[in-house]
């Protein structure tokens, strides 16, 4: 053999063995995490409907799903870091917190967005009408002090009503607390919780109480809609997993397709998943809400973003939201 068709040999051997080990990149199980409410309703979805095996099957991948469970984004972002996690959800807080983090590193973006939702701040305090009445009597309960979505808006609300620097004033009254515990704790009238910053489908559910009343909106403070929950993921695991990551994006494509089109089948899908103590018709009613968006694209993400650069807890900026997300999985248009 002369010594080209040697080194013709080697390329075509080499070529093999980079194959295989592309191939063998994929990983066979993905471990995927999301948190309570009516909000996480296209992961619920994915993982009833078992769409996202169904995209891998379709791309050559024999996949399995393991789906966990947390209460909010900074246990996610654990276990991200730990590497017992591959895809996070939550709100847009603990996203950019980790975004910010590990640029450095392990480059964690987001993968896309899951809907854009206002979300409420309820008391059963009579005699808070505004964020200016919470005193020290008051406990108000969210997913994660300093870092989680409702936090972040609490403390840009605080920054509006009462000037710059005082962003920090209702922080020592605020509870790590789930949804579902916090949204018990304070109907109860038997709690130090007087105040609630959830997410549909609690927040509704809270103001059928008398008792109860908004004292906040969300949209009102980032001055329109804005995403609510998105999914992220570490650069390392999309990059060695290219087919797994668009098998992702596809079956989630899929699933907002679904609420879409059969808002009522969506429904009684998430009741019968979640043991949700709703009506097939409220259920129905939240999805088809004009002011809940079902879309991967995200908005006003920068105006979180901007907030948590000034307040010191993201010190990396980013001039365009698509700076925020893996490049070529989803549109990331907008602000």
């Known amino acids: 053999m002369t010594v080209k068709g040697s080194i013709r040999l080697l390329g075509a051997a080499a070529l093999m063995l980079a194959a295989v080990a592309t191939a063998r990149a994929e990983v066979a199980t993905v471990r995927l995490a999301k948190q309570f409410g009516i909000s996480y309703l296209p992961l619920t979805l994915m993982e009833e409907e078992q769409l996202l095996e169904k995209r891998a099957k379709a791309a050559g991948l024999d996949l399995k799903t393991e789906w966990l469970r947390f209460t909010g984004g900074s246990g996610m972002n654990e276990a991200l ?4 996690l591959d895809f996070a959800s939550g709100g847009v807080g603990p996203m950019l917190t980790i975004w910010g983090r590990t640029q450095g590193n392990i480059k964690v973006r987001g993968v896309a967005a899951l809907n854009a939702m206002p979300l409420w701040l309820v008391t059963v305090n009579p005699e808070v009408k505004s964020i200016k009445d919470f005193s020290g009597k008051d406990k108000i309960a969210l997913p994660t002090v300093k870092s989680s979505i409702q936090a972040i808006t609490l403390q840009m609300a605080a920054e509006q009503a009462f000037g710059k620097g005082e962003q920090g004033r209702l922080d020592p009254l605020t509870v ?16 130090e919780i007087t105040a609630h910053f959830g997410s549909p489908p609690f927040q509704e559910l809270e103001l059928k109480d008398p008792r109860a009343r908004k004292v906040l909106d969300s949209y009102d403070v980032l001055g329109g809609p804005h995403t609510f929950n998105l999914v992220w993921a570490s650069g ?19 699933s907002l397709k679904l ?20 009506s097939p018709a409220e259920a129905e009613a939240i999805i088809r809400e004009p002011q809940n968006e079902w879309t991967t694209t995200p908005k006003r993400m920068l105006a979180y973003l901007d907030y948590m650069n000034r307040a010191g807890l993201v010190s990396a900026k980013a001039t365009d939201q698509g700076e925020l997300f893996f490049p070529d999985l989803v549109a990331t248009g907008g602000k």
């Not at 609420?259 to 899908?269: G, L, N, Q």
């Open 259 to 278: 609420i879409r089109d059969d808002p009522a089948r969506a429904a009684a899908i998430w009741i019968k998943a979640e043991g949700a103590k709703l």
């Open 81 to 84: 870091l730990s590497g017992n």
């Open 176 to 191: 790590s607390m789930g949804h579902p515990d916090a949204q018990t704790a304070m109907l109860s009238g038997r709690s």
């Open 236 to 254: 390392k695991f999309v990059g060695a997993n290219p087919k797994v990551v668009a098998a992702f994006v596809a079956a989630l494509e899929d």
